[in-house]
């Protein structure tokens, strides 16, 4: 049986469990690749919904001392790049404060939670730099058939040079 700290770092948010690497610290200094699928349809179609999300992105990494690359939302799930950087706050405390913040926002207006319970990161190895995972992620509005190129897609913003 693991030992209940243990399983609270292989968590994502409150009580959910995700694929974690049992052995990985999520406070380094790494760039992770985030997706957070909406709990329901596609509530990011709506462009205030939409505009609240990107900002607390935005403010959630700052407050935090994150190092964010980009992002790009997506009608039903977002993409983050981003790093813990030197604040040593691992990826859950981004989650939490993320999620908890957009999630009572947006029941607010809604009366409906906006987020799965869990999220996928994906820790970007050694050959993987910042640059490509980002041309993918914002490249997501094209694939789709949205935009035919991504700067053209609102609701995608990239801080690094690509």
């Given at each position: 049986?693991?030992?209940?700290?243990?399983?609270?770092?292989?968590?994502?948010?409150?009580?959910?469990?995700?694929?974690?690497?049992?052995?990985?610290?999520?406070?380094?200094?790494?760039?992770?690749?985030?997706?957070?699928?909406?709990?329901?349809?596609?509530?990011?179609?709506?462009?205030?919904?939409?505009?609240?999300?990107?900002?607390?992105?935005?403010?959630?990494?700052?407050?935090?001392?994150?190092?964010?690359?980009?992002?790009?939302?997506?009608?039903?799930?977002?993409?983050?790049?981003?790093?813990?950087?030197?604040?040593?706050?691992?990826?859950?405390?981004?989650?939490?404060?993320?999620?908890?913040?957009?999630?009572?926002?947006?029941?607010?207006?809604?009366?409906?939670?906006?987020?799965?319970?869990?999220?996928?990161?994906?820790?970007?190895?050694?050959?993987?730099?910042?640059?490509?995972?980002l041309a993918y992620i914002v490249e997501n509005p094209v694939r789709r058939g949205?935009?035919?190129?991504?700067?053209?897609?609102?609701?995608?913003?990239?801080?690094?040079?690509?």
């Amino acid at each position: 049986m693991r030992d209940p700290e243990e399983v609270r770092d292989l968590t994502t948010f409150g009580r959910a469990h995700a694929v974690r690497l049992p052995d990985f610290d999520y406070a380094a200094d790494v760039d992770i690749h985030v997706t957070l699928c909406a709990a329901d349809g596609t509530p990011f179609d709506d462009a205030d919904t939409a505009r609240l999300v990107c900002a607390s992105v935005e403010f959630c990494s700052q407050k935090m001392g994150y190092r964010l690359y980009g992002y790009c939302l997506m009608p039903e799930h977002l993409h983050v790049l981003l790093s813990p950087a030197a604040s040593r706050r691992s990826l859950e405390h981004w989650l939490r404060d993320f999620k908890s913040f957009t999630s009572n926002q947006y029941m607010k207006r809604s009366g409906r939670p906006l987020w799965q319970r869990s999220a996928h990161d994906h820790v970007c190895r050694v050959a993987e730099t910042a640059e490509t995972v980002l041309a993918y992620i914002v490249e997501n509005p094209v694939r789709r058939g949205l935009v035919q190129r991504w700067q053209d897609w609102p609701w995608t913003k990239v801080l690094i040079e690509m």
